[in-house]
Structures are given as C-alpha cells and as structure tokens.
C-alpha cells in the first residue's frame, strides 16, 4: 500500500511540472558540485604555490640568492598568469555547458508541455 502511495504521490508530482524542477535543482547542485571543486583544486594550487615562494624567500641569504630569486619571480609571474587563464577557461566552460543544459531543459518542458 505504501508502495502504491509513492508511485501515485510521483505521478502527481510529475503532471504537476515538478519532475523537470527537480531535474533543475538536481543539475543545479551538480553544477556548483564542479564549480566548488575547480575552486578548491585552485585555492590549493595557490596556496601551495605561496608557501613554496615564501620558503624561497627565506633562504635568500647572499647578493646571488636574491638575484636568482628576483629572476624567478619573472617566471612565476608568468606561470601564475597562465594558471589563473586555464582556471577561468575551465569556469566559463563549465558555466556554459549547464547554461546549454537549463536551456535544452527549457525547451524540452515547453515542447512537452504544448503537446499535451
């Protein structure tokens, strides 16, 4: 009988609209899943890197350590810039596959709605 409850309950809920948001909701949270998950793959990125340099900086002792570490930064400026490139390549590709996913979302609810 519960059984029977749940299946009419589902039926009810989906001749309502309510399965395709759920659908929404359910590809919502995936998205900031991905989303949380670029970030703190960054966050970690940078963080590493910062105290990397920041030991770096603490064994410069003498005129040729502070040369080397000054041409390093050089390099580091540019490795950084490029990390900071692909991390937002990776955000907007993500942002606009779940944009294209809502909207065929979208345009399956109202072609199924306007069959009916």
Known sequence: MNEDMMKNFNEQMQKMGMGPAKDAAKMGVDHLEQLFSLQLEAAKTYADLAMK???????VDNPEALKAYVEHQRELANTVSQRVKSDAEKVVALNQGFAEKVQKM???AVAKSTKK
Do not use: V, W, Y
Not at 53 to 59: M, P, S
């Open 106 to 108: 979208g345009q399956d």
């Open 53 to 59: 340099e920041a030991r770096a900086a603490l064994e």
